[in-house]
């Protein structure tokens, strides 16, 4: 028995965006320009292109026939594609790396299929397989984004992709087929092959949204075939510029809304078969949908993501099955958080969770070892939603997104205020493994199938989730308000990063301001951590949002706090939005009696000698810059400046009369007085016994003050 081959030359334009090309072998529907061949086998077969064997079904037009036997080598079929290479090199959505293929086989038994692009170099070689059950036609998804041995994929442009049936396989032995280095391929079996694409397929014979005129879905223009979908017709909605919006009732067969695509459905919606929502679309029908919807999400990485089911009636044991979650003993990677015990309860044996995903309710799932996606079908949540919190242990509830659109936390927060211990919504950043505090003033749009955490007041009480909260975004958008300014400070070990927050705001006090203000996440323990203290009776709440005035910044300092273990090598950087001109962030360290810029090529660095938890070392001051001219004139064309170099303090003008130089630290405490010469036009004060930091300056005769900060460096 030998090793039996089909080959696919697969051609495509290089695109910055996703791609997709398919090959359906009907000459009557080219979508791009193929030149097959055929090869023969040893024993007189032909692998060739060939209408649909009658004993399958559904009749699919023409197809790639594959026969193996056991007297060659190397048995294949070709197909090249006119055009560029297969270009792997720009994927910024996960879908690119995929390549989808419909088989139909009469093997009876499952078959492993290994798919391998190359550039003609074996060691350029990336290679992933799927298994086909052995009946009937299926759509086979081969993933290129992880290779089969777990490497990362070979980035290039590769010239072809190949398909191998009956490859090696962990259970090969087991399967009766044998493994590739030893047994080759059975003989006998005859595989179909149609529609290869790569990315995101059309459905051929759909009718496709283009929304060439308007957002109208009842516009027949907007549609490929200039017809508005009908009962029977598969609708498919691509991410495009104007987004379907339907105004009255629609009725079709299916419908697929692709990634980054959005449909708006004021009315009734009609369907027989089942209308998928893929990774990154969004959904909006608060009327009636009929028949079955499908939620897909992509899980990038291998860590832990919140999640909740976007549909009614999606069985757990069902969904949990159909995943390869990792497995300790009986138990596996899919949880529940319990808020009496503040810990995770997690899936065993079909026996711990009964029944279907209950509506708004969070949970944790991890794929561990892969990235890899998850589906949820039920019916659509066309109603209202009242999640019952648990107010025991303390407080925390993970709660969830129960609709195929993103949802407005802030709208949510603000209405279920009273039932809150503060409007704050904590959402799981699996890139960073830390919690994200988001306020009501955030309006975070929750996506679909996402989870968050609440805390309850302590009393029984309620979130409430309406439908008017629903909306769509693009995908992974962090919605900021266009005017305020925002501070970020990210603390760094180099491995991990945590960050908090800090709002100017016009009517934000520095108090605590529910809605605006928003504590970290203290469900857990936390070693590495960064937060701030509320300016005014910020005692005891560590804030991961804290939202302070817009019209004091260089009277407001900010107390900042860091959670680290001993011998810990750490840095504290710091970004902006819409700082005003002419301030500087200072990070001050009163242990070392620092002030430290803190800009893009400057951070704060430290190693500790032994463990830091709270506040009281260090502070945040917003100062304006070392030549900056207070509103106040002494004298005309006063400067007020130092110098690095020589550590001097320069004041530089015309002076009138006695005047006198006070130097005070930020705290208030004076440091240095000194008699002017006020004929002399520049006076230097020598300050090289001071530290670095942040001082006040006050110059004044007789009749006028000038008072300016400056740094010493």
């Not at 290089?14 to 009557?28: R, Y």
């Not at 561990?368 to 407080?395: C, H, Q, R, V, Y």
């Not at 439908?467 to 995908?475: I, V």
């Not at 704060?604 to 509103?631: A, C, E, M, P």
Request: aromatic fraction near 10%; proline fraction near 5%.
């Amino acid at each position: 028995m030998k090793k039996v081959t089909f080959i696919v030359c697969l051609l495509v334009t290089s695109l910055g965006f996703a791609q997709t090309i398919v090959e359906n072998f009907d000459p009557l529907l080219p979508l791009l320009p193929t030149s097959p061949f055929f090869q023969d086998n040893a024993d007189g077969t032909v692998n060739m292109l060939q209408v649909t064997d009658p004993d399958t079904t559904p009749t699919r037009g023409n197809v790639l026939r594959l026969i193996t036997t056991a007297s060659a080598p190397w048995q294949g079929a070709g197909l090249i594609l006119q055009g560029p290479l297969l270009d792997l090199t720009d994927t910024p959505d996960p879908d690119d790396l995929k390549v989808k293929i419909w088989v139909y086989s009469n093997t009876g038994m499952p078959l492993d299929i290994l798919a391998k692009v190359t550039d003609g170099a074996p060691a350029a070689d990336s290679a992933t397989d799927a298994t086909h059950n052995g009946s009937g036609w299926e759509q086979l998804t081969f993933d290129f984004g992880i290779n089969r041995d777990n490497t990362a994929i070979a980035n290039g442009i590769y010239q072809r992709i190949t398909f191998f049936p009956a490859w090696d396989t962990t259970s090969c032995t087991s399967l009766g087929i044998g493994c590739y280095g030893s047994d080759p391929a059975p003989a006998g079996i005859t595989m179909y092959i149609d529609e290869i694409s790569f990315g995101d397929p059309p459905i051929l014979g759909a009718n496709n949204w283009t929304g060439s005129t308007d957002t109208n879905w009842d516009t027949a223009s907007n549609w490929d075939n200039n017809v508005v979908p009908t009962a029977g017709d598969v609708a498919v909605i691509p991410n495009v510029a104007n987004r379907p919006i339907a105004s009255g009732p629609i009725t079709l067969s299916e419908m697929l809304i692709q990634p980054g695509a959005s449909v708006t459905a004021a009315a009734a919606v009609t369907n027989t078969g089942i209308i998928t929502v893929a990774s990154g679309a969004s959904f909006i029908a608060p009327t009636s949908v009929s028949g079955q919807v499908t939620y897909e999400r992509n899980l990038s990485t291998s860590n832990w993501y919140y999640v909740s089911s976007p549909v009614v009636g999606q069985n757990v044991d069902a969904f949990v099955t159909a995943l390869a979650l990792e497995t300790q003993g009986a138990f596996q990677s899919f949880c529940a958080f319990d808020t009496a015990i503040s810990n995770w309860v997690c899936y065993e044996n079909a026996s711990t969770f009964v029944g279907d995903f209950i509506n708004g309710k969070g949970y944790i799932v991890s794929l561990l070892g892969a990235s890899g996606a998850i589906s949820f079908t039920g019916t659509m949540n066309t109603g209202n939603e009242l999640i019952m919190l648990d107010p025991t242990g303390n407080g925390y509830n993970l709660i969830g997104n129960p609709y195929t659109s993103f949802i407005d936390t802030g709208a949510m927060l603000s209405a279920s205020t009273a039932a809150l211990s503060t409007e704050t919504i904590w959402v799981f950043d699996a890139s960073t493994n830390s919690y994200e505090t988001k306020v009501t003033v955030d309006n975070f749009q929750l996506a679909p199938g996402q989870g968050g955490f609440i805390q309850s007041n302590g009393a029984a009480g309620n979130v409430v989730i309406n439908e008017a909260f629903q909306s769509h975004q693009d995908p992974d958008t962090f919605l900021r308000s266009a005017d305020r300014t925002e501070i970020y400070l990210t603390l760094s070990d180099g491995s991990r990063l945590k960050n908090t927050r800090i709002y100017y705001i016009d009517g934000a006090t520095t108090g605590f301001d529910n809605g605006y203000d928003g504590p970290m996440f203290r469900a857990f323990s936390d070693p590495f951590s960064i937060y701030t203290h509320l300016v005014t009776d910020g005692i005891g709440r560590d804030m991961g949002v804290q939202s302070i005035p817009n019209d004091d910044y260089e009277n407001l300092v900010v107390p900042v706090g860091i959670t680290v273990t001993s011998g810990t090598e750490f840095s504290i950087s710091a970004s902006s939005i819409n700082l005003p001109d002419g301030l500087d962030l200072y990070l001050e360290d009163r242990d070392n009696n620092t002030f430290t810029v803190l800009t893009t090529n400057s951070d704060f660095t430290l190693t500790t000698t032994s463990s830091l938890n709270g506040v009281g070392r260090f502070y945040l001051h917003t100062v304006s810059s070392v030549l900056g001219i207070n509103d106040t004139a002494l004298a005309t064309n006063l400067q007020i400046y130092t110098t690095a170099s020589t550590k001097e303090l320069i004041i530089k003008g015309q002076l009138s009369g006695a005047t006198t130089a006070e130097l005070y630290n930020i705290e208030g405490k004076l440091m240095i007085t000194k008699a002017l010469d006020q004929f002399n036009a520049s006076n230097v004060v020598n300050v090289s016994d001071l530290s670095s930091g942040v001082y006040v300056v006050t110059v004044a005769n007789a009749k006028q003050t000038k008072t300016q900060k400056v740094i010493i460096k």
